[in-house]
């Protein structure tokens, strides 16, 4: 059986990812009480995400890390593994297309490989194998809208927890909580149910809900 699937993100009123104001870390704050077993990113999440290069740093967390990379652009595994907040065997997601050498690479620096799927990595594949090789029941998306589109349209998201940021910062460029080709049909909107709202600080707003009704690829 999957994982429980729940996508964390934090946006903008007008459902951006980018340009949001600091305000201390509260994306990561609001869920410091739950517990998840992993947290999936993607390629361009990991590229992006600063990396401490402190000789002895403390881990603060002991899930796992795992990261969609069918393209083998992450090198910097000795660092990544180092890193507070997840503990020091990370899980790659590769494709049958993914350089030999790149598969080479990760198994060297002893991180472990999933191989699925052929141009992307078959997440439902990726995710019945990552429960059973590793005993992981639960896992947080922390990406942007694209990887989380792709886990959307695949009906392997069962619950969004969405910090709102009070702002509006308008854009045309895809940089949204959900990024996935156009609908043809009303019948593939994910449908969802409010379980919990509260206000926190600085006017932001902590929505949680539950996926009630998945795409029909599900
Ligand atoms: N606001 C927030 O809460 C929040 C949280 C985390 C990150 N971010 C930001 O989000 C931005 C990046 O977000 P992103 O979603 O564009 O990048 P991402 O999280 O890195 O996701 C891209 C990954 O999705 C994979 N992918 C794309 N289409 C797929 C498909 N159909 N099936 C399976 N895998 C697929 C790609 O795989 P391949 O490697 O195989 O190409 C790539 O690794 C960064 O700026 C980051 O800082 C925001």
């Not at 060297?108 to 052929?118: L, N, P, W």
Request: aromatic share 6%.
């Amino acid at each position: 059986m999957r994982p429980n699937v729940i996508y964390h993100v934090e946006c903008s009123l007008d459902g951006r990812i980018d340009w949001l104001k600091p305000n201390g870390f509260l994306y990561y704050r609001v869920i410091q009480d739950k517990k998840y077993d992993a947290m999936i990113s993607g390629s361009n999440t990991i590229l992006a995400a600063p990396m401490s290069q402190d000789e002895h740093i403390v881990k603060l967390l002991d899930q796992y890390l795992i990261v969609v990379d069918g393209q083998g652009k992450i090198r910097n595994w000795d660092l990544i593994k180092r890193q507070p907040h997840w503990n020091s065997t990370p899980i790659v997601l590769c494709t049958k297309r993914t350089p030999e050498s790149y598969i080479r690479h990760v198994n060297a620096e002893q991180v472990h490989c999933i191989v699925a799927g052929d141009e992307h990595v078959d997440l439902r594949a990726a995710l019945g194998e990552i429960a059973e090789k590793f005993d992981i029941k639960t896992i947080r998306i922390d990406s942007g809208g694209v990887l989380a589109g792709a886990f959307l349209r695949e009906g392997l998201v069962d619950e969004v927890s969405l910090l709102l940021s009070p702002q509006l910062t308008g854009g045309t460029s895809p940089k949204t909580i959900f990024v996935a080709d156009d609908l043809d049909s009303v019948k593939d909107v994910v449908v969802l149910e409010l379980k919990e709202t509260r206000v926190v600080e600085g006017g932001h707003v902590w929505l949680q809900y539950r996926i009630v009704q998945r795409t029909t690829q599900s």
